[in-house]
């Protein structure tokens, strides 16, 4: 079922609710109106991607900080009991892939997350600058055949 009101509670709404109250203004200055509409929907589409992409790269960086300093400790003990006794070495071993595991684990879903939400803000952004395109491209013909009648 179609409506002639647009929803407000979505971005296609809210810029079809522009186009609306516009609709009487001649193209050049409806589209500006309209494109600030989408200008206004851009940042609440893309809202967190930024994040979701700073811990996709920070989780592994964290991972290689952790190895660093659990083989630091590693090191710390051969220096001071030698490598006679591998029990003695295996906690900074342990601490080392341990957060190596948990860097990548955090990091994964965050690429797989960050791909599927950043694609489907460009979707989104994409339809809404094709509905105020058409929008306009048939606003424009109707201008140009109230002329030539």
Not at 74 to 99: C, H, N, R, W, Y
Not at 120 to 130: D, M, T
Request: with cysteine.
């Amino acid at each position: 079922m179609t409506n002639d009101i647009p929803n407000e509670n979505n971005a296609l709404g809210r810029v079809m609710a522009v186009y609306q109250a516009n609709m009487h203004s001649d193209t050049e200055t409806l589209e500006l109106h309209l494109g600030e509409a989408i200008s206004i929907e851009i940042p609440e589409l893309s809202r967190g991607i930024n994040w979701i992409k700073i811990i996709s790269v920070v989780a592994p960086l964290l991972g290689l900080l952790g190895t660093v300093t659990g083989m630091i400790d590693v090191f710390e003990t051969m220096a001071l009991f030698g490598t006679g006794d591998p029990k003695l070495m295996a906690g900074g071993i342990s601490q080392a892939l341990i957060t190596t595991v948990l860097g990548l684990v955090a990091a994964i879903p965050c690429v797989f997350l960050h791909t599927m939400t950043n694609n489907k803000s460009r979707e989104l952004i994409q339809v809404l600058q094709e509905r105020a395109t058409g929008t306009l491209a048939r606003k424009a013909e109707q201008q140009h055949l109230a002329k030539a009648a």
